[in-house]
């Protein structure tokens, strides 16, 4: 058994919110010998100068033709500038998002290696566009079960009065077996001195086949005092509730899962933070 890693030739996304292909707009293609797609780490930094009142929020999107490895939407760390002549952004760390997706083009009636397209979007526009890249690790091993991730179709935003709960756009899951992550991004549109992110998640489902409540803190951002504040997310950049195997949520056994999604906002603010849920299950 032996893993390896290769990197996508990074690209830019421009500074609307329009998909893009990375790569040169070219499919990643799986060297001859990989059994497995074990993980993907994506990363990004700004082309220019920053914008006050600009958060990067970037969604990662795989596709193949090749391999059944889709649905395959994930949330990147949210990373926070500040209010007027702010001095520093803090970058978040690199996060590994597990997939364990079976490199079917290994079996023999497939002929040819494995191309994977890897897409990113900015769900907010920016005035300096983010250039994305990202790292796939393969294995010639099985590492566990296959993840699947998903995300809303659209981002949604949070309440300005303190202790608002807000109704997110819902995540639909098809022929799901248990979920096994659960998680937010939540960026603010417009620092202001003061004024923090900070509040829980939380996710619901009739579908869901357990009566516990699944409920846990985003990742706050603290925006400081006077004209220049920053707005410095937790490193991590991002909220995520991880369950140990075989201790996830169950669901509904070939159906289809609704999950519905909700955000409470702790502090008041004086426009609606961005909000993005996103999860993760196996089949």
Same mark, same amino acid.
């Given at each position: ?10 690209? #830019?996304?421009? !500074? =609307? ?7 040169? $707009? *070219? ?6 010998? &990989? +059994? ?66 079976s490199n079917e083009s290994q079996k023999p009636a497939k002929v040819g290696g494995t191309n994977i397209n890897i897409y990113g979007q900015a769900m907010v526009g920016n005035t300096a566009a983010p250039s994305l890249g ?5 294995? #010639?091993?099985? !590492? =566990? ?7 809303? $179709? *659209? ?6 009065? &303190? +202790? ?67 707005n410095l997310t937790n490193p991590a950049g991002i909220s995520q509730q991880r369950f140990p195997p075989g201790e996830g949520i169950p669901l509904p056994i070939n159906g289809r899962c609704l999950v519905n999604s909700f ?8 426009? =609606? ?11």
């Open positions: 058994m032996s893993r390896g890693s290769d990197t996508v030739t990074p690209t #830019t996304l421009g !500074t =609307g919110t329009t998909e893009a292909r990375l790569n040169d $707009d *070219s499919p990643l293609q799986v060297p001859d010998g &990989i +059994n497995n797609i074990a993980a993907a780490v994506p990363y990004f930094v700004p082309t220019g100068v920053f914008t006050p009142d600009e958060s990067y929020l970037i969604r990662v999107r795989m596709q193949s033709n090749d391999i059944g490895i889709e649905p395959c939407r994930f949330m990147m760390p949210g990373v926070n500038t500040g209010d007027a002549a702010f001095a520093s952004v803090q970058a978040p760390m690199l996060k590994s998002y597990e997939m364990n997706i990202c790292e796939l690790l393969y294995s #010639t091993a099985s !590492t =566990g079960q296959e993840q699947y991730w998903d995300t809303p $179709d *659209s981002i949604s935003t949070g309440g300005t009065t &303190i +202790n608002t709960r807000t109704t997110l756009n819902t995540i639909t899951i098809t022929n799901g077996i248990q979920i096994t992550s659960l998680g937010m991004v939540v960026t603010p549109t417009t620092a202001a001195a003061s004024t923090h992110d900070v509040g829980e998640a939380e996710f619901n489902s009739s579908d869901f086949q357990t009566p516990f409540p699944q409920k846990f803190p985003i990742a706050p951002s603290f925006t400081g005092l006077g004209s220049a504040a920053n955000y409470t906002n702790r502090d008041a603010k004086g426009v =609606g933070s961005k909000v993005m849920p996103f999860l993760s299950f196996t089949r």
